[in-house]
């Protein structure tokens, strides 16, 4: 009832948190652009305000054998990180909100550890562990790493779709003569669909961008943000700001085309 | 008479293109309890709410002793109002609580404990219960904090918005009986929302009938009950028979039944309904009669705890009929009777 | 006896097929064992693994030695100056975690209570630069910053100044870390603001609070949980931060996080980093897990 009350002199205060937002977001993508301002400068040394624009190091770019190389790296780890991770963060979402369980509690926290935990050290740590193990490293021993972080944080994405799921809708299923089986595919899933999605989006575009824990663990194979920091460190041209500006137009784009159909997702739902 | 304490004068609401409230006019006495009574959506809440400050009006004028208070925040209006969620803060005691306001307005520790005490007492709740963790208290003692805490700073107009709407049947009751008492012992001026004219009529002095943000009819229980002002408002008075009709001669004639009625004297009407009281109705053994009569037949009864409830099918029309257990008919189901009523006992109710 | 005897009448009556089947594992933790399984191996195995190496012999690549307590007596001796690096890290994290809180409060206030339908397309629009590398975004900083950048371009061509750029300095690691982690203490904050039921906040003014007491008293307590949460997350990553340092302060200060690295790789010491890796994961955990065991997940998670 009564729409949305707003107390107390509403448009004044509104008005300066919408700026302040908008100063933040600006904030957030200034560096971007930046970037994005370097990639389309033809000189090789960056200079502002830029004399002369030139596309040139993006054609350079999208030719390069090595890049492609790079990105099907990426790629992959992503990929299969994503497949592994909404398997586990699913079921992990169902011990994490789901059931009643004696050690739900303990396991609500350990979940959360890998999180709360510094990523570069959690890399070493890793790279000594699979040193100890005899394990060469490769882009498997990245995916594994990649899980290890993501996992955790597709689970929570996960539970929080299913503390709002009604347990009473499984219940009337089982009821109306499904099989536990039935149940998970008839209601569960295609009720957590958002949830999952979410995750599983997640954890594609957070394996994509990651570099403190690809950076000790993916051995010779490398992934696009290894590349970039090696080139930042060792020699800038402005092909460095090019692929990055390259790979989060990627990531924009995937993401864009995932919360389309997130929308869709929840609108066939009907909420 | 005296000044009135509030005076809406076209109060207005608007949400985006949606009116919530529409040309509010509404003088409120001191001391009185005033009931808003409307069907969700009617714009009661939004009513009250900027009368409390906690919206901001669009249009009109909120006069309170004769001052206009319409851009006085909540916070500096000597009002309170009783959330329908009751609003008490989770994380603090009873005592708190129920202090709040007056350690917002700087008084010192000393005087806010005595005086959270003596509100515990005036509401029935053990003293002890100072220290207690609101979230640990039953339905009922929240009720009671919260208007503890609504009492505490001795506002001058209560609001109430539907507090008692989550509450179980048995329990409300005793709770409309006690609000209505610490009306009476505090004498302040409440005024109440709710959808439930049951509820309005146990307590009020005044009930306001609202619906589509207007108030279509302002009056004391006794008037709201016997003169509806038309079918939406006698519908809303509970289960009542309603009968198409239109004006006939001297008689209304109901194309439904074919058959033309009595009905009470009234300038001007012509057409809508005749409204009957299931209570009005009775059943007429043979040889009796009344001045309109019609023959069906007995569907079905429904026991009401003191009173019965029949279902009198009269071709398409069905009829209710009340009585009281003492007074119950005896027959079978599906016996054939005649029921009948006097002119008098009729409303007549416009479209 | 006769109670006895009545009750093993009862077991033997009750059908078979209603006695609950008594099971080993529950639902709940048969759901939970591949997350579980993954960081034992994954998490929990790494870190034994650096604690092992850190008992073992300097500049060794193999725990099977005798241990010894030579790594931590290199650190903690007074000649070494690592402890400083700690110190960094820790005031950096710490400053880091004050801006964040004043930088993101409004916005969090604005995304739980004011945004309405646009906050779904704002929140999209704050959580996308999470998905670019943090080096990229970083250089980004370095572009802006540099001479002859974006920045001093800017003021040079229009206002003719010329001023020292803040690139390579201690401050400039702050202000990365505080644009790195920015989302890491939004987003609980958002959590914890939209844990206050809004009529609870209008009760408190319409009782007679001003907007200053309505925050202090009702709106800071009851989202407390999340704004909590927001400055553990930021200040366990911004301690464990290195690309901050390496990119934008131009190795003008070394954190903990640098040393680590560097005990890896230059100077080809695991069991000193490792020791290094304990000592810092010592002083996150016991941070974490503190803080962790008064936070109710369910409450925090679970509202919407």
Known sequence: MGGPGKSRGPGRMGGWIGAWTLLVIVFLYLPVACGVLASLSQSRYFGFPITQWSTRWWQRTVDSIEIGILIQTSVLIALMVTAVSVVLAFMGALAFARYDWRGRKIFQRIVLLPIFFPQAVLGLALLLWFNTLGLPLSWKTAVFAHLVWIVPIATLIISIQVYSFDAALEEAALDLGATRWQVLREVTLPVLGPGIFSGALFAFLLSWGNFPLSLYTTGADSTVPEYLYAKMVAGYTPGVPTLGALTTGGAAVILVVGYVSWIFMRRAQGR | MAEPILRLSGLTKHFGGFTAVKQIDLDIEEGEFFTIVGPSGSGKSTLVRMLAGLEEPSGGEILLRGERINETPANRRPTCMVFQSLALFPHRTVGQNIEFPLKMRGVARKARRARAMGLLRLLQLPESYYGKSVTQCSGGERQRIALARALAFDPEILFFDEPLSAIDYKLRKTLEKELKDIHKETGKTFMYITHSLEEAMVMSDRIGVMRDGKLVQIGTPEEIYTRPRDKFVSEFMGEVNLLKVKRNGAGLHCPSLDATFTGPASKGFDSGYLVIRPEYLRFLKPGESAENQVEGVLYNEYALGSRIQYQVRVGEQVFLVEKLREQRYHGRLDDRVTIGWEARDSMLAPE | ?304
């Open chain 3, 1 to 304: 006896m006769s109670t006895l005897s009545e009750a093993v009448a009862e077991t033997s009556v009750r059908p078979a097929r209603r006695m609950p089947r008594r099971r080993l594992f529950s639902p709940g933790l048969l759901a939970a064992l591949p997350v579980l399984a993954l960081l034992a191996i994954g998490f929990l195995a790494p870190l034994i693994a650096v604690t092992a190496f850190s008992f073992a012999e300097p500049r060794s690549f193999t725990v099977f030695g005798a241990p010894t307590l030579e790594n931590y007596r290199t650190i903690f001796s007074p000649a070494n100056t690592v402890y400083l690096s700690f110190v960094w890290s820790l005031v950096f994290a710490a400053l880091a975690v004050v801006l964040l809180a004043l930088l993101c409060y409004p916005v969090a206030y604005g995304l739980a209570h004011i945004f309405g339908r646009w906050a779904n397309l704002i929140t999209l629009l704050l959580v996308f630069p999470l998905f670019i590398s943090e080096n990229i975004r970083l250089f980004g900083w370095v572009l802006f910053f540099i001479k002859n950048g974006v920045l001093d371009g800017t003021l040079k061509s229009l206002f003719g100044l010329e001023l020292q750029s803040i690139l390579f300095t201690p401050p400039v690691i702050v202000f990365g870390m505080v644009y790195v982690y920015l989302p890491f203490m939004l987003f609980p904050m958002v959590l914890g603001l939209s844990m206050v039921p809004r009529e609870v906040v209008e009760a408190a003014g319409d009782l007679g609070a001003s907007r200053l007491q309505t925050f202090r008293e009702v709106e800071l307590p009851l989202a407390m949980p999340g704004f909590i949460i927001g400055g553990l997350l930021t200040f366990v990553l911004a301690v464990g931060a290195v690309a901050e340092s390496k990119v934008l302060g131009g190795q003008s200060v070394i954190v903990i996080t640098h040393d680590i690295e560097i005990a890896f790789t230059y100077a080809q010491n695991w069991p000193l980093g490792a020791a290094l890796s304990v000592l810092l994961t010592a002083v996150v955990g016991t941070l974490v897990l503190l803080v962790l065991r008064y936070l109710d997940l369910d409450r925090i998670l679970g509202r919407r």
